[in-house]
């Protein structure tokens, strides 16, 4: 069956065009979502006995354990009950994670066992003051849009295994970490900087914690940002075959599934056969024989909540 790939020019995210009738009325509901939050406080919500693969609410949120591995880490799933947006982390037992919803700290943890599934003890959800954003237009909407991201917190001395790689802290100070990924060193990295994992994943820098005091433990926040695709290659994302047709400075046409797309600009998106939405986020190209470029896609689901 023939399936198009619409390209549309402009906002990052681009969400469907609605047009708001009265800002009025959203300013009203703006207002009383905010008095609500602060009558309220931030209150934590606290799970107990969660099984592998069942899930519970907490607060706006459902948290669903989707693995529990036997050195007591939890792969946690949180999702919001009002706008479907899911993020999933990784949780040491005893430890804290950071999602965009909240923390989610994690308690004592059993393994599962011949005779019995693994456990949670507890999960505690702490969510944060904004969970909401409320746009007035449809220019503003691109606001509510999600990419999809996946945050861990990686403690010194620990280590973490992301999409099946082994990663840990070789060094770290207030403004510089060095990681160990499969037991090969990286170059020193600053915020906001990346690498590439070996499933073409990209590994974002987004937080560096450590304190100059002697015998502190620092600690960094990586984020899952979508993948790089190398011009040569083909990669799978969300059961789509992708690769590169064509590419220069400032453009990219995408081979996906053997259909070609229109010339691309960073920020344009395209419609996989699954209705997922993938965004050409970076493209590099060096305007020199024999080079290869590369792009940057992150996958991404655009909202409107109030229509």
């Known amino acids: 069956m023939e ?77 919001d009950t009002q706008t479907g947006a899911t993020e999933r982390v990784a949780v040491t037992e005893g430890r804290t994670a950071l999602t965009k919803f909240g923390e989610v700290s994690v308690g004592a943890v059993t393994p599962s066992s011949l005779f019995k599934k ?8 702490t969510p944060t003051a904004t969970q909401a954003v409320i746009s007035q237009d449809a220019e503003e909407c691109s606001d509510n849009c999600q990419a999809f991201t996946e945050r861990y917190k990686l403690d010194e001395g620990e280590t973490i295994t992301l999409q099946g790689n082994q990663i840990s802290i070789d060094f770290i100070n207030a403004d510089s970490v060095k990681f160990e990924v499969n ?3 990286t170059e020193l990295f600053s915020k906001n900087q990346w690498f590439e994992l070996n499933n073409n994943q990209i590994i974002e820098i987004e937080r560096i914690a450590k304190l100059e005091v002697p015998a502190t433990i620092g600690h960094t926040i ?50 996989l056969s699954n ?19 590369y792009v940057r896609i992150g996958l991404a689901s655009c909202y409107f909540p109030y229509l």
């Open 183 to 185: 037991g090969q060193p």
């Open 222 to 271: 990586l984020g899952l940002k979508g993948y790089k695709l190398d011009e040569g290659e083909t990669i799978t994302l969300q059961g789509n075959q992708i690769s590169i047709n064509f590419i220069d400075a400032n453009n990219v046409k995408l081979d996906v599934n053997g259909q070609i797309t229109d010339l691309l600009n960073e920020d344009n998106w395209i419609e």
């Open 118 to 125: 693994a456990n949670v003890e507890s999960i505690v959800v």
């Open 275 to 293: 209705g997922q939405i993938a965004v050409v986020e970076d493209i590099t190209k060096l305007e020199v024989a024999g080079t290869i470029g």
């Open 3 to 79: 399936h198009n790939y619409p390209v549309f020019t402009g906002s990052k995210y681009k969400c469907k065009e609605v047009k708001m009738k009265n800002k009025f009325i959203l300013s009203l509901i703006l207002g009383i979502f905010l008095i609500g939050l602060v009558s309220s406080g931030i209150t934590s919500y606290a799970i107990t006995d969660l099984q592998k693969g069942k899930t519970a609410v907490a607060g706006d949120v459902k948290v669903k354990v989707t693995d529990v591995s036997r050195t007591g880490v939890v792969s946690v799933q949180v999702t």
